[in-house]
């Protein structure tokens, strides 16, 4: 094994509540491809805003090129050659590529001076970028581009990568990965977060693996399969969703040519949206975020509005009605972001129910609300999906993420829907309860009701849908059977590589 | 009704004079909204800026000791606003509608022994040869400091917000306080300076109002001047030179009115007088077609938790 170049010792860091991270303990080598794997919420992301500055721990100790380490800020942090690429994008829409690099940059030169040496640096690391485009306008490859090319422009000494691919097709990840080998070959360490495994077998040196926060283990990623990778994080043994044949009924929804314009600026048009469904049938739909999922579903939802004849549901124009009368109808829907659009965050789980299951569930007679059929209700989902509270008179915010999408789906499941619409169902959620949800649309399919799952996780799609279809730029592609459809299909379909230039390395 | 009566040279040289208040308080709330804060107290540090200045020009007979006591006046106020929606995280409208009545109270109150006091005149500038000129003289070399003030800030403010690294981390938190502070930089420290030199610029505007163009104290003699500059920086797109552009015409229009008043033209007074207010407002909606342009972050309040 080459140098140590950074030395976790007992790290440790608590929050009200739960411990984040506890003695954490291992070592980064210089140019090594070092993994850390875990769950949602197992502690990678804190531990390495600790690496990074942005959360001091509450004891141990950092050591780096065998010296003492203890960054107060990012800034320190990228002055001692740590450069971070962040999981949800710290980038600002509305200033340009240029701009966005100078911010993240201690001194940064003038601007023409910087995107001179964008060009060079971007060039020569195959990641073509132009420094005056908006960011806003940049596809989510571009934007990673983008956040890494402004880390190498302060020659790092390790580059952080936090969960770095789950925006990239296939192809991109693919671009990617020839970019962080060539780095590691000139001797830059990279510390990489990610829970998807196939990717770490393949470009990672070394694997550290933490559960609760706690360390639980070591592995060489090449010499160890993914299941097992899989069970050491989740501390188990994986029950894999159990999937019946299904035969597929009528059609149970279609929609036909369907052409809606953005809703906001940095929003998606729907172009020529044609899409199937039948009784039994679960649809899976995937695609890199941001290319028109959100706007999908508001269509189907009918919290977007079209002509009447471009939503049918059994051969019905349902185009006009609004989610209330879809509902009433069958048509139900659980959206992505779980607090703020699919549950109110502040009132209970019941008021929650309610504002979803009334219709169907009879909760409400003259427009008086039922209360106590209401907190049956409630009490139904959180007993039949495994919800973690106290009771239904808890707020949805005091959730947490996996545990309230329990709640979202199993909501709109128990209303018994003919077509149920859901928005990356497992999104942020531990392997244990996506299991359980996955098991549930399944169940929910068998039953006969059809169901359109729109996930940006591919394994997920593979897993349980019948069909799959991608939406990129707005655009659905034809639906192919999953039975026999390879993952270099899968990526074109979702638009390839985008249109981006192959890293020449 | 006498027309002729209207002098335009006279009238563009008002149109300054009349316009500098919202200008000053509006490029004030242009800053404090790039930086990603909306601050509803414009009038209220506005009217507060009348009265400080005006009693400390009163008291000392110097208006430039005036104009200073009114920016401090007006950022002591916006301090209020900084505690409440930075530090306890209030929400920043009903913060701002509250710092709006606070000052129009407070100011009422300080200003009970100023009413029919008659301040200092403020020195126009006089430059030999150049004040003179036909036309252009009177127009352009002929006003008091503060004028020439607002002008060059409006420049200052495009150029910082637009060339230097200052302005760039400005429109960043603006942009996305997360992303900002992620990146390392102190988002609140950013926004509370913001907010300062908005409530300084606001208290400016408003001395202007009561030692200049007015001048004399009245209760309530700003109003609605802070809603105006408020509703400049959104239709101005946020842009500086834009809210010069409005500022100007809420100045012309205001002149003009009250020309057309003094020469008795057959409109009821109160129309001629809610003039300024709607063309000012039906002209920049139809200019501000562009609205991607508000900062994203506009009125979010941020806390660095986790």
Redesign the interface.
Known sequence: MSDVLLSLKGLTKA?PGVVANDHVSFDIGVGEVHALLGENGAGKS?LV?MIY???KPDSGEMVLNDAPYMPA???AA?ADGIAMV?QH???????NVA?NI???MEN?PPMRDLAQRIKSVSENYGLPLDPFRAVGDLSAGERQRVEIIRCLLQDPKLLIMDEPTSVLTPQEVEILFQTLRKLKSEGTSILYISHKLEEIRSLCDFATILRLGQNVGACVPRDTSARDMAEMMVGAALKTPERGGRDLGPVALSIRGLSVPAPS?FGTALKDVTLTVHKGEILGIGGVAGNGQDELLSVLSGEVLCAPGEVLLHGDAIGQMNPTKRRKLGVLAAPEERLGHAAAPDMSLTENALLTGSVRQGLETRGMINWSRAKGFAEAVIAGFDVRTPGPGNAARSLSGGNLQKFVIGREVLQDPDVLVVNQPTWGVDAAAAAAIRQALLDLAAKGAAVICISQDLDELMEISDNFAALNEGRLSNPRSTQGLTVDEIGLMMGGAHGMEVAHV | MDLSAINPVQLIAFLMVAATPVLLAAIGELVVEKSGVLNLGVEGMMITGAIAGFAATVETGSPTIGFIAAAVAGALLSCLFVVLTQFALANQVASGLALTLFGLGLSALLGQSYVGVKPPATAKIDIPVLTDLPVIGPILFNHDLMVYFGIALVAATWAVLKYS?AG??L??VG??H???H????KVVRIRILAILFGGACAGLGGAYISLIRVPQWTEGMTAGIGWIALALVVFASWKPWRALLGAYLFGGVTVVQLNLQAAGVAIPVEYLAMSPYLITIVVLVILSADK??A??ALGRAFHAS?
Not at chain 2, 182 to 185: C, E, F, N, P, V
């Open positions: 929050y804190t805003k500055g942005l959360v800020e990012p800034r990228r962040f994008f710290s980038l600002f829409d509305a200033l701009e100078a911010l993240g940064p600026a | 690294r760039l981390v429109r960043a942009e996305s997360d992303a900002a992620a990146l390392g930089y991607s342009s900062p994203a986790r």
